[in-house]
């Protein structure tokens, strides 16, 4: 397992992600099996034409992926990823849950669903991690 055994010390390893941290992500959850992203959206989250940068999306699916993939093995690096956007946000809050789908010898297979507070389905990320 990870490095790291409780949440306030998986929330302090993972304050090292810049790109995450400072763009308001932050650490809700997880277990060995799960966890779970969230982001208060903003300005600083808004495209040119007002939506939701789907990078957002991405991101916070990705920070999910890297905090379990992690607590199952450290470290793991993302080897491929999907994601396939399937609505825009309504809500204010965007949540990114985590779940293992395989974890291997060398790899771990996790899928990350992307809500907002609404409850609305905004993105389903796939990732495989490589275990070095």
């Known amino acids: 397992m990870g490095v790291y055994d409780s949440l306030e010390e998986t929330r302090e390893y993972f ?10 992500m932050i650490i809700e959850s997880y277990s060995d099996t799960e966890s779970c992203t969230s982001v208060v959206l ?3 989250h808004k495209n040119a034409n007002g939506g939701i940068m789907g990078g957002v999306m991405f991101t916070l699916a990705d920070f999910a992926f890297a905090v379990l ?29 985590a779940h293992v789908r395989k974890d291997g010898k060398t790899s ?19 990732g495989t991690g490589f275990k070095l």
């Open 15 to 24: 304050a090292h992600d810049r790109f995450a941290t400072e763009n308001g």
């Open 42 to 44: 903003d300005e600083r």
């Open 69 to 97: 993939a992690n607590k199952i093995h450290m470290p793991t690096v993302a080897q491929t990823v999907s994601v396939n956007y399937l609505s825009a946000p309504k809500g204010k809050k965007l949540f990114a849950k």
């Open 108 to 126: 771990t297979v996790i899928i990350v669903d992307v809500t907002d507070d609404t409850g609305r389905d905004i993105a389903q990320f796939v």
